[in-house]
Structures are given as structure tokens and as C-alpha cells.
């Protein structure tokens, strides 16, 4: 426990000091929906000071239905922001939008389908001809996928708006959703666990939670893009591993919505499923990434029909931040291991 008593002392010493002594750098995070466990190492690395101690002071702002961060990141409005997939990283490029992905927080998307219990559900191949529910992001990202290795249908499609009271009423219909949200929602609502098929099981291979930054700020402040970098890792390090009371706190104070039975079944499936720690952040560190990950899934997508060929992905990624194995020693601590 030495290194986190010392950057919790450290934090604290600091804050003792007068504000002219010790000048904070002020960032904003746009998370990509309401306060949730998904994002709890973020506000762990708020509340326990560690931003702090990395000379940050960071607001962390909140997405939602109507709030579009990658938007306001390009627009210089917010410094970091994170997408779901990486397929936002390929639109930049397609577009010529100076963006770029620093650290990949979740190395397997959470992303689901759903169906009711019962029914010889194995693989996404089985819901052919079945209505699914998805979202309009959903179209615009994993279904092409979906189409061209599963081969289910457009006649599938029906709208998917965040509300799984249709799914529950009605057997024949499948649903996308997260491992870590929906599934509890069903359960709670609708008093059945349904069948539930990880997407990143069935060889959807995106990177997902990824901090996005402006090419500008990574090259003229690389030093503010490595420290929040790193002390989000340690967040994630300290919320999976050790107390996650105060990120919690912090997260019902955002959004009164958020129980703690959701809080503590988001966690359980984080773990369980290995979204966060797993291949590359096991040994280099949360946040992993690999040069073979991105050219893996680009692949797949463009194959799909999703972007075109030809994408200089040098300029939709940097591994400059990650890989340094970050936190590892701090997981040693806190697990014992």
C-alpha cells in the first residue's frame, strides 16, 4: 500500500499549499453517457486526489442523449472525450478531423444482444430473422458487422431508444445492450436474466471507453496528455481493485438515477468479463493498446463495407501513452498479488 499512501500524501501536502506555489492544469473530460461504474475509474482518480497529484484539476462532464463530446472536442471546447468504439476514430480520419486516441480504457467493447431465455440462443447467427432493437448509433456502428459475418438483415432492424420495456413484453424479440447495464435492467424489471451475447466473444475486437484528445494538444503538451493518462489509469486500478466508495459517491451525486445495486452489478461484470483488465493491459497496463488490434478491427469494418480501404491509421492512434505499465504495481498491492 506505500505507493498509494504516498500519492494520497502527496495530494494532500499539495493542497496545503498555497495556490501561487502549485499552479493546476484545468482539463474537461466528456464521458460518453450519464455518470455510471462504466466510468468509475475516471471519478475515482477525482475523488481520491490522484488528478491532483498529477498536477490536474479535471471536470468531468457528463454525456447523454442529447450531448454530442466528440463535437466539442473537435471544436476545442472540451480536452478529452471518450468513444465507445473505434470506429469514431476511423470517421476522423475519413474526415480529415485532426483527432486521436491516446489510451484504451475497456480492451473488449461491453456491447450485447439479447434474447429471452429458452430459446437455443448461442451466437448472433441464431437471431436470424428475428426483430432486434437497435440504436441509431448502433446502425452506424456494429450492425454492418453484424450483416456481413452473421448474415442477419435490415428486416431485422426496429429502433432501439434505451427502453427495454418492448423486449421484455415480447419473446421474439432480440435487443442490443451493455454487459453491464441492460441485463439488469431486465432482471429488475422484467424478473427474468436473459440470454446474453458478448459481442467481443464473437470476434467484435473493438477497443471501447478510448480517451480521445486533439493531435494539437498531444504535440504541443505531451507531458498533460501522459499525466492524465496516467493518472486515469491508476484510477481504474484503484476503483476495480481497491474501494470504490468515493468514485461511487461522486457518481450518484451526478446522477441521482444510479443505484447501488446497478453500481455493484456494473463492477461485478466489468471484472467477470474482463473489459477492463485483460489481454495487453494485463502485462503493459490498463489502457492498453497494440499496433495488431487496430489493423485487426479496421480490417473487419472496412471488409464489412463500414469505411474504405486505404485509411492511414498512424493518424487515428498513438501508443505513446500507454503500454508503460502503469498501475501494475499498484494492482500488486491492493490484490496482494
Known sequence: MFRLVSVLLWSFCMAKLPAAAF?????????NWKAQAEHGGFYQALATGLYEAHGLEVTIRPGGPQVNHPQLLVAGRIDFCLAGSMTNAFNYVSGNVPMVTVAAIFQKTPLVLMAHPGQGIETPAD???M???ISTAGRQTFWDWLKATYGLEDSQLRP?????AQFIADPGVAQQGYVTAEPFVVAREGGFMPEVLLLADFGYDSYASMIETSWRLVEENPDLVQRFVDASILGWVS???GDPTPANTLIKAENPEMTDAQIAYSIEQLAAHGIVDSGDALSLGVGAMSDARWQSFYGKMAAAGQHPGGLDLARAYTLAF???EVGLALK????GG
Open 131 to 133: 426483430p432486434i432493437l
Open 160 to 164: 432501439y431508444t434505451s427502453n427495454a
Open 127 to 129: 437471431l436470424v430473422h
Open 23 to 31: 499552479a493546476l492544469d484545468a482539463v474537461t473530460l466528456g464521458t
Open 322 to 324: 500507454v503500454n508503460r
Open 332 to 335: 500488486r498491492e491492493l490484490t
Open 239 to 241: 476503483y476495480l481493485y
